[in-house]
């Protein structure tokens, strides 16, 4: 069971962006993460009429690693960690590891 998934809030720990928080847009694999508004770059491009694009300088979110963001907790207001237990009815639920609150309903 994957710790971070699409559509959870997480702050940023390490690099250019760090304070910063975001929603994950996309899991890219079990390590790279796309969230946004953070780890902005700037893409040059080319103009396509067919589709009516048109071209310049592009802010695009690109991919950061797992290990740089944790899941933001909103009752300590901080990162937290995550752990994974199963319930008694066997389903696998993540909870914050500093104060055992349930993330998955």
């Avoid at 780890?39 to 290990?67: L, T």
């Amino acid at each position: 069971m994957n710790k971070i998934k699409k559509g959870d809030e997480v702050i940023v720990i390490a690099g250019k962006d760090k304070g910063r928080r975001g929603s994950v847009i996309k899991v890219l694999s079990h390590d790279r993460l796309i969230v946004e508004n953070i780890n902005m770059v700037k893409k040059a491009q080319k103009p396509n009429p067919n589709i009516g694009q048109q071209g310049g300088i592009m802010d695009k979110e690109m991919p950061i690693h797992r290990s740089n963001v944790m899941l933001f907790n909103s009752v300590t207001g901080k990162g937290d960690r995550i752990g994974v237990r199963s319930l008694k009815d066997n389903t696998k639920v993540r909870y914050f590891k500093s104060n055992d609150e349930v993330v998955d309903v």
